[in-house]
């Protein structure tokens, strides 16, 4: 185990927390309409809720849901987002409305588009250039595909080829349901060690795809697509959130008690090396300094200590959390826009 920081009496300290996966175009989705039929399973899920969300962001959604989605993080001492982004009806521009609403709030973010077929090639095309364009331009990113039952082999092979050019990895949904199943056949002679491959829910043991796994156990379970139990990979396993805000330590709390679930002798230790191994994937977030609200920080005790909050947060030097709030943007006016948005958002899905 790695010692995550000094402590005293009241108070310990850590680096900042790492979200490996997340969509912070849904941190508005919160309340949504319900769907006009209630799902049955999870590709049902997909094409009711989410599928209908994506058609109905803009430019100006996504900015005010990143920036509230941002906030967030930092409220629970996660000071880097790596971010899976989908809107079919504003893909270009897309990845730098997310950076810029992260970089006002002071969090860092790696940025990707979700690339698929679902919208017809000139959809995964423009996709991939989104892509291409944030990164050459020196955006931090990795090319997102969304996964690779909604993708052709050749919009497969052109992302791993962007990825590769550009020296970065592909951050993709693998085998999360049914309908995934097989994945690692379609992806297998093309990943790399830099790629995140998100959920492996129905991976086999032996899947031999490289990349870091990404478990996201409360997603997962919402979705009922079944346990991970990352545990029984070979690869490397960070934590994630798939979109449901961005409390590590919460996270890292149900990844724990999911694998107690099916093994009384899981302990802690095994998803806190998870929720390390963010800091293998963005590094410099080692280096900020999260003062928590509790006495130890470490995987025994915050496996039961419910709702530990940060008292300060810092990111590269900078105090970008403090008093319960954000030293850099005004957390009502975040709030006051992003519920104008979701009002906005919400109008546009009942026609959809
Ligand atoms: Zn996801």
Request: charged letters at 25%; aromatic letters at 6%.
């Amino acid at each position: 185990m790695v010692d995550m920081g000094e402590s005293t009496n009241f108070t310990s300290v850590s680096g900042g927390l790492v979200c490996a996966h997340h969509h912070l175009y849904s941190a508005l989705a919160r309340g949504m309409p319900a769907p006009p039929a209630t799902p049955t399973n999870f590709r049902q899920i997909l094409e009711l809720v989410w599928w209908r969300l994506d058609m109905a962001l803009d430019l100006d959604i996504i900015r005010d849901s990143a920036r509230l989605g941002a906030l967030e993080a930092l409220a629970r001492g996660c000071t880097a987002i790596i971010d899976h982004h989908e809107s079919p009806n504003a893909i270009e521009g897309s990845l730098d409305a997310i950076a810029e609403a992260c970089d006002e709030v002071g969090v860092r973010s790696v940025c990707s588009y979700g690339v698929t077929d679902r919208h017809g090639a000139d959809g995964a095309r423009r996709g991939l250039e989104e892509n291409r364009r944030f990164i050459s331009d020196g955006g931090r990113g990795m090319v997102g595909v969304h996964a690779s039952f909604t993708c052709t082999d050749d919009t497969l092979e052109a992302a791993a080829g962007i990825a590769s050019d550009l020296g970065v990895g592909v951050h993709i949904h693998v085998a999360e349901g049914p309908d995934d199943v097989g994945a690692e056949e379609r992806i297998r002679h093309l990943a790399r060690p830099d790629w995140l491959l998100i959920h492996g829910v129905l991976l086999p043991d032996n899947h031999g795809v490289q990349g870091t796994l990404v478990h996201n156990p409360r997603s997962n379970m919402n979705n009922s697509v079944g346990y991970a139990n990352p545990a029984r990979f070979v690869i490397p396993v960070a934590i994630g959130t798939d979109g449901i805000g961005a409390d590590m330590l919460e996270e890292f709390r149900l990844a724990y008690v999911a694998g107690r679930a099916i093994d009384v002798e899981t302990t802690p230790e095994t998803a806190w090396g998870w929720l390390e191994h963010g800091w293998a994937l963005v590094p410099e977030a080692a280096n900020d300094k999260v003062v928590w609200a509790s006495p130890e920080f470490d995987p025994w005790f915050q496996a039961f200590n419910t709702g530990t909050s940060p008292i300060s947060v810092e990111v590269d030097g900078e105090a970008v959390w403090s008093n319960g709030t954000s030293t850099r943007v005004d957390e009502q006016e975040v709030r006051t826009k992003a519920k104008e948005s979701a009002r906005r958002l919400f109008a546009r899905l009942e026609e959809i």
